[in-house]
């Protein structure tokens, strides 16, 4: 109903997924930043009434704390995921540049993507409730993208739905090295060189 808003939530959820992405966080934790970053039109206290078993109204909580520069201490449980989430959210770069550092990994790759012009082209399908028919939408698309194995197939759905390596590894049932090793030629057959860029083929062919 107001299309500005939504608009803006719904770049910050994209921006906030590819961090989340590049940070390799828990899928839980992620899909919690993202959905609070699609809700920030909402007040959090609006957001933790109506969703009390999750941790979308907490992120929010936190991360207009920092956004207010008002005292959140790096201890917080959720100062990593409200920091994120004040970053996404604000109105332009100058704010987001001026908060207080509360991790130095997630600004400089908040920083290393926002710079990147590339990165207003990247789509991202969010994922929702339907997530039997994600999975089947994902594996769909990567089985567009030429030359790669079947094992090499598994490892990017998986890779683009946010796993980490280690992740990976325990549900192909191989070890991390041997991921590490199957990314690594992924990204030369895509001609990528991260993790984002290779999860962004993945969406344009899905959003095709």
Request: a negative charge.
């Amino acid at each position: 109903m107001d299309p500005a808003a939504y608009e803006q939530s719904k770049e910050s959820a994209e921006l906030a997924a590819v961090i989340t992405t590049r940070l390799e966080l828990p899928e839980k934790t992620a899909r919690y930043i993202v959905r609070a970053c699609q809700l920030s039109y909402y007040s959090p206290a609006f957001i933790r009434k109506m969703f009390p078993e999750r941790d979308m109204g907490a992120i929010m909580e936190a991360g207009s704390a920092i956004a207010a520069h008002e005292s959140v201490s790096e201890t917080h449980p959720h100062s990593t995921a409200g920091y994120i989430y004040a970053l996404c959210t604000a109105e332009d770069m100058e704010t987001a540049e001026n908060l207080r550092c509360i991790d130095s990994q997630v600004r400089e790759t908040f920083l290393s993507l926002t710079k990147n012009t590339q990165i207003s082209e990247v789509v991202f399908d969010l994922p929702g409730d339907r997530e039997t028919d994600d999975r089947a939408a994902i594996a769909d698309a990567v089985s567009s993208l030429d030359d790669l194995s079947p094992r090499e197939r598994e490892v990017l759905t998986l890779l683009s739905k946010g796993k980490n390596n280690q992740e990976i590894a325990e549900t192909l049932y191989i070890s991390s090295h041997t991921v590490k090793n199957h990314v690594t030629k992924i990204f030369h057959k895509l001609n990528v060189s991260d993790r984002v860029s290779a999860i962004s083929k993945v969406y344009s062919y899905l959003h095709k």
